[in-house]
């Protein structure tokens, strides 16, 4: 994998970071993977419910989910919030990356239903 080929945006309008090849033939297709959240206030604090990862089949295998959820969890904390994982993947990979720890919060109820109404 070239490092600078791969890049993650947050794209706040669509409530999601999305993993963009920057060496894609259709630049209009470069999208080619996602990270879906919604944020849920608590006690004064944001909590970034991220809910939802996928990339795309045609570049499995090379890491590139691992790449994504990296550079979204270095981004919440980095906005001062916590990271609640309810995404399977993430919910699997923040374990194997016990730095991130004292940023993580269990999901509650709250969250899930947050994530519910998000995917009305």
């Not at 209009?28 to 809910?51: H, K, Q």
């Not at 089949?57 to 090379?62: A, L, M, P, S, V």
């Not at 981004?75 to 990271?83: E, F, L, N, R």
Request: one cysteine or more; a negative charge.
């Amino acid at each position: 994998m070239t490092e600078n080929r791969f890049e993650v945006q947050e794209r706040p309008e669509e409530s999601r970071y999305v993993l963009i090849d920057l060496e894609a033939a259709d630049p209009a297709g470069n999208v080619i993977g996602e990270e879906s959240y919604v944020d849920v206030e608590n006690s004064g604090n944001t909590e970034r419910v991220l809910f939802h990862t996928g990339v795309s089949e045609d570049y499995g295998g090379r890491g590139l989910a691992s790449f994504l959820v990296h550079d979204v969890v270095e981004d919440v904390i980095a906005k001062g919030y916590a990271v609640v994982p309810v995404c399977p993947y993430v919910a699997a990979w923040l374990p194997k990356h016990p730095e991130y720890a004292e940023h993580v919060v269990k999901p509650a109820p709250a969250h899930l239903r947050a994530v519910d109404a998000r995917q009305g």
